[in-house]
C-alpha cells in the first residue's frame, strides 16, 4: 500500500511525498509538527503540513541564509536568529570562527525538541557552546535589543498567524535599531512566481528602513516552485562590493551550495523579479 504525505502549497497546487513511515507527530500551542521518512528526500519535516526542511535538499536553504552576509561583513562577532528552531541555520553560522555569539529566540520550543530527537543533521547546531537558545516571540524580543548585533537572520515560517508580524515595517524598524551601525539583516522572503504582490509589499518595507536592499535566490525542490527569495537588508555593506571569498575557504570543502560564484549569481535577478521589487 502506497503512503503518501501531500503538501497543499495553493489552493490549486500541491507538492506529494511517497512515505516509508510517520516518525512523530504532536501538537504544540502554536502548530502541528511532524516527522516523516520519504523514499525520494530521506526525513521530512513540516509544521502544519507546510515543508520546513527534508534532510537531502535542506543544505541549499541554510548555506544560502547564513553565507551570503556573513561573506559581507568584516566582523560579525555577535549574531541573533529569529526562528531557525531546526537548527539548520544556527549550523552553518557556526562554521565562521569570527562569530563569538548566537543568540536563538524561536517561539515553539517543539520545533527545538522534535529536531533534536529526529533530525540530528540540523539539531547538531545546538551543541556549539557560542549558542544561546531563548524560547519567546522574536517580535517581541527584538524591541528589548538596541545597537546590539552585527547580523540578524529572520529564517521564519511562512507570513500568517505568529509569524505574520515578522514581515511588516515596524518590525523591520525594529531590527534596524537592534543592528550596530555596520548592521546586516537576512530574511527568508517566500517564492516570486506565485507570491508577486507579497514580496512587492515585503521591499518597499524593507526599503523604507534599510538603505541596501536586495533580492537572492535559491533552488529549492521541495519548496514551492522551487524558486526561492531572500532579503538582504544592509546599513553598510553592499552584497557584491564587499564580498570577501576569503570568509568561506576554510570551509568550502565542506559546502554542497555556497560559493562566492553562487553568491554572485544569486543577485542576478530576472526581469520579472526587478519588476517587481523596482
Ligand atoms: N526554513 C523554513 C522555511 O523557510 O519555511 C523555516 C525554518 S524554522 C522551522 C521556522 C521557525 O520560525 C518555526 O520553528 C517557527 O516556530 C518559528 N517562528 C515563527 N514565528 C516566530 C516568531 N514570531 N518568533 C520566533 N519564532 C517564530
Request: with cysteine; net charge negative.
Amino acid at each position: 500500500m502506497n503512503l503518501w504525505f501531500t503538501e497543499n502549497q495553493t489552493d490549486n497546487l500541491r507538492l506529494s511525498f511517497r512515505i516509508k513511515k510517520l516518525i512523530d507527530f504532536r501538537k504544540s500551542k502554536f502548530q502541528s509538527l511532524a516527522v516523516y521518512d520519504t523514499f525520494e528526500y530521506g526525513r521530512l519535516f513540516t509544521l502544519d503540513d507546510f515543508v520546513m526542511l527534508t534532510e537531502k535538499d535542506e543544505f541549499v536553504y541554510h548555506e544560502m541564509i547564513s553565507h551570503v552576509a556573513l561573506s559581507c561583513h568584516p566582523n560579525p562577532e555577535n549574531i541573533l536568529v529569529i526562528g531557525g528552531g531546526d537548527g539548520g541555520t544556527i549550523r552553518e553560522i557556526e562554521r565562521h570562527v569570527r562569530v563569538n555569539k548566537i543568540t536563538l529566540v524561536e517561539i515553539d520550543k517543539e520545533v527545538v525538541d522534535i529536531a533534536k530527537k529526529h533530525l540530528p543533521f540540523v539539531a547538531c547546531g545546538f551543541e556549539d557552546k557560542r549558542v544561546d537558545v531563548f524560547i519567546e516571540d522574536g517580535i517581541e524580543y527584538i524591541k528589548n535589543h538596541k545597537n546590539e548585533y552585527d547580523i540578524i537572520f529572520i529564517d521564519s515560517t511562512d507570513p500568517v498567524a505568529f509569524a505574520e508580524g515578522l514581515f511588516r515595517t515596524d518590525f523591520y524598524q525594529f531590527v534596524f535599531d537592534a543592528l550596530k551601525e555596520d548592521g546586516i539583516m537576512v530574511a527568508q522572503t517566500e517564492y516570486p512566481f506565485l507570491k508577486g504582490d507579497f514580496i512587492k509589499q515585503v521591499y518597499s518595507s524593507l526599503k523604507e528602513v534599510f538603505p541596501i536592499v536586495s533580492p537572492y535566490l535559491a533552488f529549492i525542490p521541495t519548496y514551492p516552485t522551487g524558486m526561492w527569495s531572500f532579503a538582504f537588508a544592509s546599513k553598510k555593506y553592499h552584497f557584491i562590493n564587499d564580498l570577501n571569498p576569503e570568509f568561506t575557504k576554510p570551509f568550502a570543502d565542506r559546502l554542497k551550495y555556497y560559493t562566492p560564484e553562487i553568491h554572485k549569481a544569486a543577485f542576478a535577478l530576472p526581469p520579472f523579479i526587478k519588476k517587481l521589487i523596482d
